[in-house]
C-alpha cells in the first residue's frame, strides 16, 4: 500500500509540477502585459504536455572532455531527492507521523547542493562551475538561517514531529507570534530553490544559463523537475509550519496555492540582487534576527518545560 499510494503521489506532483509550469508562464505574461501560451489547446492547457514531449525527444549530445558517469548520474539524484522529500506529504502510508520527520527534512534538503556541486564540476566548463561555486555558497549561507529558524520550533515544540504543528496552531497560528521569521523563512526558500531574486546559479546575462549550460533532453527535463518539485513542497512546509498546518482543511491547500503564485509574483516583480548584497543580506541581518528569536524560544522553552 504505501509503494502504490507513493506511485500515485508521485504522479500527480508530476502533473502539478507540469501545470504549475503554465500557471508561471501565464501569470508572468500577464504582468507583461502579453497573453502568454494560448494556442495549444484551449487557453494554452495542453502546452505542459507539448514542452514535456518536446524535452524528452530532443537530443542529448555526449561531452568530449568531462566525467560521463556523473554528468549523467546527478540530475537523476537531484530528481530522486525531491521525491524523497515528498514522503513527508499527509497521505494514508507516509513518514508524516514519523517522530524525526524534521530532521529528515533538514538532512533531504542539504543533500540537494551536492547534485548541483558535481554535475557542474563534472561538465567541464567554465559557466557551470561559476554557477556551481555561486550555489554551494548560496545555499550555505541561507541554511543555516534556515535551519536556526526551524531549530526556534524544534524547541518550542521540544519535537521533530511535523504533527505537533497542526495541533499547537489550531487556534493561533506560528504567524502571528514569528512573522519576522516567516519571512526570513520564504527568502531563504527562495533562495535554496534558486528563484528570482536569488537566482545567481542560473544568471542568464552572465553564466548563459548556470550549472546547467551542458545539459539538454532528459537530462535538463530532470533538473527542471526537481526545481519545480522542490519549489511546492517548500510552499507546503511553509504553510504547514506557519499558516495552520490543518491538511484536513481545504484553507491549508489554498495557503499553498497563495504562496506557490507569490513565488511567481516575486519572479516578475523583483530584479536580480548583487551577489555581494545577498551574502550581507544572510549574515548581517537574516543571522543576527534569527539568533535573537533562537534564544527567545529557547528561554519560553525552558519556562514550559
Request: proline share 3%; aromatic share 24%; charged share 10%.
Amino acid at each position: 500500500m504505501f509503494f502504490l499510494n507513493f506511485i500515485i503521489m508521485l504522479m500527480l506532483i508530476l502533473i502539478s509540477v507540469a501545470f504549475y509550469v503554465l500557471l508561471e508562464r501565464k501569470v508572468l505574461g500577464y504582468m507583461q502585459i502579453r497573453s502568454g501560451p494560448f494556442k495549444v489547446g484551449v487557453l494554452g492547457i495542453f502546452q505542459p504536455f507539448g514542452d514535456a514531449i518536446k524535452l524528452f525527444s530532443k537530443e542529448s549530445y555526449f561531452l568530449y572532455f568531462g566525467n560521463l558517469l556523473i554528468y549523467y548520474v546527478m540530475p537523476f539524484l537531484g530528481l530522486l531527492v525531491s521525491m524523497n522529500l515528498w514522503c513527508l506529504y499527509p497521505c494514508m502510508n507516509n513518514f508524516l507521523t514519523f517522530p524525526l520527520g524534521l530532521i529528515f527534512f533538514i538532512s533531504c534538503s542539504s543533500f540537494m547542493i551536492y547534485s548541483i556541486l558535481l554535475s557542474s564540476w563534472a561538465s567541464n566548463s567554465s559557466y557551470t562551475l561559476l554557477g556551481c561555486l555561486r550555489s554551494v555558497a548560496q545555499s550555505i549561507s541561507y541554511e543555516v538561517c534556515m535551519f536556526l529558524v526551524l531549530f526556534n520550533f524544534i524547541f518550542f515544540l521540544n519535537s521533530f514531529n511535523l504533527l505537533k504543528f497542526s495541533y499547537l496552531q489550531q487556534f493561533n497560528w506560528f504567524l502571528m507570534i514569528g512573522y519576522p521569521l516567516f519571512l526570513i523563512l520564504y527568502s531563504c526558500i527562495l533562495a535554496e530553490t534558486n528563484r528570482s531574486p536569488f537566482d545567481f546559479s542560473e544568471g542568464e546575462s552572465e553564466l548563459v544559463s548556470g550549472f546547467n549550460t551542458e545539459y539538454s533532453s532528459f537530462n535538463f527535463s530532470f533538473i527542471f523537475l526537481s526545481e519545480y518539485m522542490n519549489m511546492i513542497f517548500m510552499s507546503f512546509i511553509l504553510s504547514l509550519l506557519f499558516l495552520g498546518g490543518d491538511y484536513f482543511c481545504l484553507i491549508f491547500f489554498f495557503s499553498v496555492m497563495i504562496l506557490n503564485f507569490s513565488l511567481i509574483w516575486v519572479r516578475g516583480s523583483f530584479p536580480r540582487l548583487r551577489y555581494d548584497k545577498l551574502m550581507m543580506m544572510c549574515w548581517k541581518i537574516y543571522l543576527p534576527i534569527s539568533l535573537h528569536y533562537f534564544f527567545f524560544f529557547l528561554n519560553i522553552s525552558v519556562l514550559i518545560y
